[in-house]
C-alpha cells in the first residue's frame, strides 16, 4: 500500500456528494465512503459528460501507473474548475497481499480512505463470493438430491471462488466423506474478482438485467451434452437478492477532495477489465468529464472496452490516455529490472516500439489519443526527452505527468 501523506480525508463524503448535485437519499458508510443509487445511472440529462479513456502500454513489473494517472488527471482538471469524476474499479484482496499491492494510486494522487478501500470496503467483493459460492453449493446440491437436469459431475465448468490467493486450493476434491456430503468430483478455487458474476455484475444496468444475465451463465453439460444453465437450478433470484446492494457504486474521494466512483473489478485476461457500467454512466450524467480506466494494456483492456463495453453502456471515449514510463519502455527494450535506475538511451530507443505499436492500434478506432509519460523520481531527463522529441516527431500528441509527486 502506498504512504499517504495526509491519510485523512478532507471532507465529509455527504459534501462529495452535494457537489456532484446528486439529490438522491444514499447509504453511507461512516462519514468517508457512501453507495449511490445505481438508477441514478438510468437518467439521460440533456447534456452529459465527456468520457476519457486511460489505457497503457504493455504491463512491466516496473508498473506503469494508470491509476495514479486517472486520479491525478482528475485532480488536475477539477483544480481548473472542470467537474471531473474519477471512476475505478475496487481492489481484490488476493493481489492487495501478494506483489502487486494497493490499487488506490500513489504519492500525492490517491483514493481515500486507501486502507478502507484496499481491504474491505463495502462488501462489494464479498457479495459476490457469496452469490458465486451459492449457485457452487446449487449445483451440487441438484445433483445430490434429483439431477433432473441429468448434469454430468465430470462436466461441471462452474468452480468457486474466494477473494484470496490461496495456491493449495486452486485443484481439489469435494464431495468426500461418504454419500451424505454429496458425489465426491474434482473442483477449483478462483479468485472471486476472476468470477463470471463479477463481471456479469459490471455489466449489468438494472437489477432485472442483472438477474436475467446471472440466469444465462453456463453451469455445465448433461448426459446428453446440452449446455445447462443456472437459471434452470431456479437461482437466478437468489443471486440477485445477494448483489442487490453490490449494484450500487461506491463514492470517495482523492487527496485533495475531488470525487471518485468507484465500483466493480473484474480483471482484464479473463473479463472486461473496466469498473461497472452503471458506474460509468453515474459519472457521465453528474459530471463534465467521467475519467475511466481499463485494466492491463491497450491490446487487453483497452480493445475490450473499446470493442464491447461501449456498446453495451451506450457510450464512447471522446479520447484516450496512453500511460507510458521510461521505465517500462527500458525494460521492453531489454534492460533489467535492477538497473532500471541506471541511464540506458539504447534501451528506451529499443522500447519506443512497444509505445508505438498501442499508439497505432488505438489510432484505428478513430479516437484522440494523448500519451501521458509517468515520471519516476530517477528518471533521466535525457530519456524523457528523447521520448518526448520522438513523439513529437511521430506527430503524436504527450505530456509529461508527475501526478504521484505533484498531485
Keep these: 500500500m502506498a504512504e499517504n501523506p495526509n491519510p485523512k480525508p478532507r471532507y465529509p463524503i455527504q459534501t462529495i456528494i452535494d457537489k456532484l448535485g446528486i439529490k ?15 438508477t441514478l445511472s438510468e437518467q439521460r440529462p440533456a447534456k452529459r459528460g465527456k468520457l476519457v479513456l486511460v489505457t497503457a502500454i504493455t504491463p512491466t513489473a516496473a508498473g506503469e501507473g494508470k491509476t495514479t494517472t ?40 490517491q483514493v481515500l480512505p486507501m486502507e478502507e478501500i484496499n481491504l474491505h470496503f463495502t462488501g462489494d467483493i464479498h457479495a459476490v463470493t457469496t452469490a458465486h459460492n451459492l449457485l457452487s453449493a446449487m449445483i451440487d446440491a ?50 472471486t474478482v476472476a468470477s463470471e458474476v463479477m463481471a456479469i455484475l459490471c455489466l449489468s444496468k438494472s437489477i ?23 437459471k434452470e437450478l431456479a437461482a437466478e433470484g437468489a443471486m440477485a437478492a445477494l448483489l442487490k446492494h453490490a449494484l450500487n457504486p461506491n463514492i470517495v474521494q482523492t487527496t485533495d477532495g475531488s470525487p471518485a466512483i468507484i465500483h466493480g473489478g473484474p480483471f482484464a485476461n479473463i473479463a472486461h477489465g473496466t469498473n461497472s457500467i452503471v458506474a460509468t454512466n453515474t459519472s457521465l450524467n453528474f459530471g463534465e468529464y467521467a475519467l475511466v480506466e481499463s485494466g492491463f494494456a491497450a491490446d487487453l483492456g483497452g480493445e475490450k472496452f473499446l470493442d ?84 513529437a516527431k511521430m506527430g503524436a500528441e504527450i505530456a509529461l505527468s508527475d501526478v ?3 498531485g
Design 70 to 109: 486517472v486520479i491525478g488527471l482528475g485532480q488536475a482538471m477539477n483544480r481548473l474548475n472542470k467537474k471531473a469524476i474519477v471512476t475505478l474499479r475496487e481492489p481484490s484482496l488476493g493481489p492487495v497481499f501478494g506483489l502487486k499491492g494497493g490499487a488506490t494510486g500513489g504519492g500525492l494522487s
Design 208 to 230: 432485472q438485467d442483472l438477474k436475467e444475465r446471472l440466469g444465462n451463465i453456463t453451469i455445465g453439460r448433461n448426459k446428453d451434452k446440452r449446455f445447462v444453465k443456472a
Design 308 to 391: 464491447f463495453v461501449t456498446k453495451v453502456g451506450d457510450f464512447w471515449p471522446d479520447t484516450v490516455v496512453l500511460v507510458a514510463s521510461v521505465r517500462a519502455l527500458k525494460l521492453h527494450g531489454g534492460a533489467s529490472k535492477k538497473d532500471l535506475d541506471q541511464e540506458d538511451l539504447p534501451a528506451v530507443k529499443k522500447g519506443i516500439e512497444n509505445l508505438k505499436v498501442h499508439l497505432s492500434n488505438l489510432q484505428k478506432f478513430r479516437v484522440p489519443v494523448v500519451i501521458a509519460l509517468n515520471r519516476f523520481h530517477k528518471d533521466h531527463l535525457s530519456e524523457i526527452d528523447w521520448v518526448l522529441e520522438e513523439c
Design 24 to 38: 438522491a437519499p444514499c447509504y453511507h458508510y461512516g462519514d468517508t465512503i457512501a453507495k449511490i443509487p445505481y
Design 404 to 406: 504521484y509527486g505533484k
Design 142 to 191: 441438484h445433483i445430490h438430491f434429483n439431477n433432473e437436469t441429468e448434469l454430468l459431475p465430470g462436466s461441471i465448468y462452474w468452480p468457486r471462488v474466494m477473494d484470496m490467493n490461496d495456491r493449495s486450493l486452486r485443484q481439489i476434491i469435494v464431495g468426500l466423506g461418504g454419500s451424505g456430503n454429496g458425489i465426491p468430483r474434482e473442483d477449483t478455487f478462483r479468485i
